[in-house]
């Protein structure tokens, strides 16, 4: 899987997040690890960075297109 920053990329098995998918946002990517946004990432919260490998395992798919504009996708919508 290609990882892009900027992209939104959805859990293979996605969760409730205060509300929201517990979706995840590439703010910046490496050669071997990716910080990422989302729901679950507090406001004043320092961006979480895990491993590519650990990402891609996480990831299902690229939401950035089903995604309503400027907000997470509410859970179960």
Not at 5 to 29: F, L, S
């Amino acid at each position: 899987m290609e990882l892009i920053k900027g992209r939104v990329y959805r859990a293979k098995k996605p969760a409730n997040c205060n509300g929201y998918y517990n979706d995840r946002q590439i703010v910046w990517t490496g050669t071997s690890s990716v910080q990422y946004d989302g729901p679950a990432v507090r406001n004043g919260q320092r961006y979480p960075t895990v491993s590519r490998e650990k990402f891609e395992s996480w990831a299902g798919e690229d939401v950035t297109e089903k995604l309503p504009p400027g907000d997470w996708q509410r859970f179960g919508v």
